[in-house]
């Protein structure tokens, strides 16, 4: 009998009840149930409370514990909000967490290129292509029917909302945010914490911080 992996999430938000749906495609592939969620560490819940009918077992400080106690558990990386994408990595290593120590849920109906990489902590979500020579980096999540073309680079920290298409030889910096909708011509490049708009079309590159919105994108000031 296959072993099941124990998962803890972080983060209570909408990106939450969507992995949860990613767990339960996984656990149907085959009738097989490869991962049991344990319940969730979110900051902003009340501990025992429960988010899409996962107990709440406290706030994110709770999460080094939880894994010193239990060496096989694994953390998902459910935080996906526009308003606060810069910053993940930051509230993930201040409340102690093992950057390392997340996992890679990739939906069964994902095509993902033999020769692609994709780095730990990663969430790739149903009907998402994968192409030739792709590589994506750690904690980079990719929702629903997104298209990488080949050679594309993404790096650690992205979130590319569903239905983005980035041409051949993309490279997507770091803690950036594409928003539903996006096409990327190709050769492109996105600075880090850039963000482009739902429904942009970008065909010149972005630079790190930016914000850019419309067809084809223009930079505009971001609201702080």
């Known amino acids: 009998m296959a072993l099941v992996q124990s998962l803890i999430l972080v983060g209570g938000g909408g990106t939450g009840s969507d992995v949860m749906s990613l767990i339960e495609a996984c656990n149907q592939l085959n009738d097989v149930q490869r991962y049991e969620v344990r319940g969730l560490l979110d900051d902003g819940a009340e501990a025992g409370s429960y988010r899409f009918g996962v107990k709440v077992l406290g706030g994110l400080d709770q ?4 894994c010193a106690q239990d060496p096989d ?16 990595k930051v509230v993930l290593t201040d409340a102690g967490l093992d950057l390392g120590r997340f996992a890679t849920l990739i939906h069964p109906h994902a095509s993902v290129a033999f020769d692609a990489q994709i780095g730990f902590g990663s969430l790739i979500f149903a009907n998402v292509s994968i192409l030739s020579d792709v590589v994506v980096g750690s904690h980079v999540t990719i929702l ?26 993309v490279v997507v910096g770091s803690a950036s945010y594409l928003g539903c909708g996006v096409n990327v011509k190709g050769r492109i490049k ?12 970008v065909i010149r590159d972005i630079a790190d911080g930016e914000t850019v919105v419309g067809v084809p994108a223009r930079p505009i000031a971001r609201v702080k």
């Open 63 to 66: 999460g080094a514990e939880l």
């Open 73 to 88: 558990v694994l953390l998902v990386d459910c935080m996906g909000s526009p308003d606060n994408y810069t910053r993940r």
């Open 144 to 169: 629903a029917n997104c298209v990488l073309n080949h050679g594309v680079r993404v790096a650690d920290f992205a979130i590319l909302a569903s239905n983005v298409c980035l041409s051949g030889d």
């Open 190 to 201: 996105i600075g880090a914490g850039a963000l482009a708009g739902l429904g942009s079309a």
